[in-house]
């Protein structure tokens, strides 16, 4: 058998069955229209804590559209990014930070160049029964075991909180006894349940309470600091998913316009996309 080029580009095949033809026809199609892969993929995405539920909707929103799979995992930044100096086989790391992207694009564990910033959060300081509008130096009239953040050692939001706090001026040991947990997200849901009258949280995190109906917030029992600590959310591409299709898959679509607008929908501001 001799192939031809056909008229639309195509190539047919001469001197052979119907079907063989038109199964030789589909494939070359399908290679050629879809971007010269048809195989599927599948890639872990490691997430800070704030992220999840917008990482849970952009996943479905590429695997509706694509042939690709992918599976989120959130926890702190921190202890994300130890996991994967220590092995964690994921593809994609979405910080809460610059710093620990860099620190495995250093390592040689994320491909350099790789890195945007996806999202900037806003901290803010929620305080539902304040005497009037919240305020740090206010603060100080309560108990400091009373107040959380998510824990700075781990947490980007709560290294912005922990310096929003001692900006304040409040005393050592005052400071001392505020107590800190695993995430942002954590915070948000002590507060909402009593367990603690303020803390610092994400605008993400309260718009995904309200959405989920685990957290009921007024706007004026908030304190947003969107200029004072911004929060710049990195992500890298990691070393061990540079010829990941799916990986790479979602690393471009963070800037396509309907993933920047669930993205903004979730609470957070956009940037040029630029490290």
Request: proline content about 4%.
């Amino acid at each position: 058998m001799s192939p031809e080029v056909g008229a639309d580009g195509l190539v047919d095949v001469v001197r052979c069955s119907p079907v063989f033809a038109l199964i030789c026809r589909f494939i070359l199609a399908s290679l050629l229209w879809g971007g010269g892969s048809a195989v599927a993929a599948e890639a872990r995405i490691a997430v800070a804590a704030n992220f999840r539920d917008t990482a849970l909707a952009i996943a479905a929103r590429l695997e509706a559209e694509s042939s690709h799979r992918y599976e989120v995992i959130a926890g702190s930044t921190g202890k994300l990014a130890s996991q994967i100096i220590n092995g964690a086989p994921f593809d994609v790391f979405m910080a809460a930070d610059r710093r620990r992207p860099q620190q495995l694009v250093d390592r040689g564990l994320a491909a350099s160049g790789s890195q945007q910033v996806y999202a900037v959060g806003e901290l803010g300081l929620w305080w539902p029964d304040a005497p009037g509008t919240p305020a740090l130096d206010a603060l100080a009239a309560l108990e400091s075991r009373s107040v959380c953040i998510a824990n700075p050692a781990f947490a980007p939001y709560g290294e912005a909180a922990w310096e929003m706090l001692r900006s304040a001026g409040l005393e050592a040991l005052w400071l001392k006894g505020v107590v800190r947990v695993d995430n942002v997200n954590l915070v948000a849901g002590l507060i909402a349940q009593g367990q603690a009258r303020a803390g610092f949280v994400a605008r993400s995190s309260l718009i995904a309470g309200m959405r989920n109906g685990t957290v009921v917030a007024a706007d004026e029992e908030v304190l947003w600091f969107a200029e004072q600590a911004p929060v710049d959310q990195v992500m890298v591409l990691l070393a061990r998913a540079k010829m990941n299709d799916a990986a790479q898959h979602w690393v471009q679509q963070m800037q396509a316009p309907p993933i920047r607008e669930l993205i903004r929908r979730d609470g957070y501001r956009l940037s040029d996309g630029q490290n």
